[in-house]
Structure formats: structure tokens, C-alpha cells
């Protein structure tokens, strides 16, 4: 028993997604005769309860730094399982190959967290959209997603290239949907056994879809999740989000577009004046005499040259004080 808790906890990870991977393709000896199949059921049975447990005390090992379950969790998810189906390996299916397979979970948990976030993307082009009345991610996969997938794709199987592209166009525009919603939506609904979504659709109608959609881009509101911005506007993530609910107006869009060009015009002047000192001295004075502030000119200046003339003027002054700190040192001294 210790020999098999080394070999599993060699890597507590990896070695149970092998076990639950390929668990399933092993004829326990222990059956014996097993004409009806029932003993392998109840085995496989008893396997799979323990893979659960195991995986349960493998949360709490993970979420609560429960580590001295690490030996029981090694036992219930790797141990127990390779006890009870020891024996030869079969294939389930026809043109398997008769190895043991790598965890799959580990690419499946990949993809998932890919869709997830496309799916968020494409669930909050449609909450901007102003058109649907959206609750979660799931009712959207699970209750919207076959019916926009049916009106995008059913128009160009069976109209007329120009009439398809302009009707299909028109809805994504209606809902916000941009062209990469348009593959993520062709992505989900891709299962195993049921055709492409995209079968039957001639590939210069799909050119000419793309080409159309580009087309009007730079006049929608919505482009992508995490790029909308307004016209001469910098705002945070969050603020972002907010503002693609808001609707836009194209006047109001034009005079932000405007005051950014004036920002951008005042602003090359100031680089221009930090060049000459005088210019930028002439500009910091007019920005505070705008703001209601007074600055007095030449303070230190006035100071310095009247300090220069003093010394000019007033050598003699300058000698007699002289001279009335070394009489008076002499007379300390004769004191």
C-alpha cells in the first residue's frame, strides 16, 4: 500500500485524470465469468463513486489547505479505482486504438474558459444592442443562441447572395453582433455528429458578408467589448462598459471630434513654447492671470540689481562700514 500512495502522489494531479480517462476500458479480472456483464457494471459502479469522493477531497485539499487529506484523496481517486478494474485493456469503440489515452479534462478545461469568454463578449454586445432583453450567459447559449444562429445563416443558404448578405447585415447591426460573434456563434453551435452550421453556405457569400459588414464598421456604436470608447472621450473599463448602453448622437459625436482637435492643436502650441523660455514664461503668466491669480514681476530680479547698484554706488558707504566694524574690533581689543 505504501509503495502504490508513493506512485500516486508522484504527481497527485495528473495521475488521477489518467485513471478517470481510461478506467472505463479495463475488464476487471475479478468478474471472472461475466456472460451478462453485471459484475463489470457493478465494479465500474464502485469505481466511478470513488473517483467522485476522491475528487471531492481534492477540493477541499485545493480551496481550504486541507493537506493531510492528500493520502486519503490519493486513496479514494487513484487506488481503490486501479484495485477494483485490474485486468486486461479493451476498446470501446471501432478503429480505437488499445493504449491508454491522456486526460482530456485538461484540453476540455481550456476550451471551456475560451468560450466562456466569447460568450461574455457576445452577451454584452447584445445587452447594447437595446433590442433584446437578455438575463445570464447560459439563457443566452441555451435559449437565444439556435434562433440567431438560424437567422444568420438560413438567409444566406437560400437567397440570393445580395438580398442575403443586405438582410443578415441589417440583423447583426440590429443586435450588435460584429464578425467575430458571427465565428463564435458558428464555434458553439459545432457538435459531434450534427453538421457544420456553416454547410451549404457558398464561399464567396461568406466573402461577401465580411466585405459588407466592413463596410459600415466605422459608423456602428458597438466594435468589440473591450475597445468602445467614445469620440474624444478616455474613460476607464467600467466606464466603458457604461457608456456602450448609452446612446450616441451624431452631432454630439461630431462636436467631441472637434473639441479634440482644438486639445490637440493647444497642446502642440504648449510643446512648441517649451522651446523659448520667455514664450513659455508669457503662457504660464496669461494660465494664472486666467485663473484669477497675480504674480508680481521681478521680485528677486529688482532685488538682485538694486543689491548690484548698491555695490556700484556705494564704495565709499561700503568702506566707511568697513571701517566702523574694524574700529570697533580695535576697541575690543584695546578693551
Request: a neutral charge.
Amino acid at each position: 500500500m505504501d509503495e502504490r500512495i508513493d506512485l500516486s502522489m508522484s504527481d497527485p494531479d495528473l495521475v488521477p485524470l489518467l485513471i478517470q480517462e481510461n478506467y472505463i476500458n479495463y475488464r476487471p479480472s475479478s468478474a471472472g465469468k461475466d456472460d451478462n456483464g453485471m459484475k463489470r457494471m457493478s465494479l465500474l459502479a464502485r469505481a466511478a463513486e470513488s473517483i467522485a469522493d476522491g475528487d471531492i477531497v481534492n477540493v477541499q485539499i485545493r480551496r481550504y489547505r486541507q493537506w493531510q487529506l492528500s493520502q486519503i484523496g490519493s486513496l479514494a481517486s487513484c487506488i481503490i479505482p486501479a484495485a477494483l478494474l485490474h485486468g486486461q485493456r479493451e476498446t470501446l469503440e471501432q478503429g480505437e486504438r488499445n493504449f491508454n489515452r491522456f486526460g482530456g479534462w485538461l484540453g476540455k478545461n481550456s476550451t471551456m474558459g475560451k468560450n466562456y469568454r466569447l460568450l461574455e463578449d457576445m452577451h454584452v454586445h447584445l445587452l447594447a444592442s437595446r433590442e433584446s432583453n437578455l438575463g445570464s450567459r447560459s439563457a443566452l447559449r441555451l435559449d437565444y443562441l439556435t434562433l440567431v444562429l438560424k437567422r444568420l445563416t438560413d438567409p444566406l443558404k437560400n437567397l440570393p447572395k445580395d438580398e442575403a448578405v443586405e438582410k443578415v447585415v441589417e440583423f447583426m447591426d440590429l443586435y450588435s453582433i460584429s464578425m467575430e460573434d458571427f465565428d463564435t456563434i458558428m464555434e458553439l453551435s459545432k457538435f459531434k455528429g450534427r453538421p457544420n452550421p456553416l454547410d451549404g453556405i457558398q464561399p464567396a457569400v461568406k466573402a461577401a458578408l465580411t466585405r459588407a459588414y466592413n463596410k459600415g464598421s466605422s459608423s456602428r456604436v458597438v466594435r468589440a467589448a473591450d475597445l468602445v470608447t467614445l469620440p474624444g472621450v478616455k474613460k476607464s473599463l467600467k466606464k466603458r462598459v457604461a457608456a456602450m448602453l448609452e446612446p450616441v448622437d451624431e452631432t454630439l459625436a461630431e462636436e467631441n471630434i472637434e473639441n479634440e482637435e482644438e486639445i490637440t492643436s493647444e497642446t502642440e502650441d504648449q510643446e512648441d513654447d517649451l522651446d523659448d523660455p520667455e514664450k513659455k514664461l508669457q503662457s504660464d503668466l496669461e494660465s494664472l492671470s486666467s485663473k484669477g491669480i497675480q504674480v508680481q514681476m521681478d521680485l528677486k530680479g529688482s532685488g538682485s540689481s538694486s543689491a548690484k547698484k548698491g555695490r556700484g554706488r556705494g564704495t565709499a558707504a561700503t568702506s566707511d562700514a568697513k571701517g566702523g566694524r574694524g574700529s570697533g574690533a580695535a576697541a575690543k581689543r584695546k578693551r
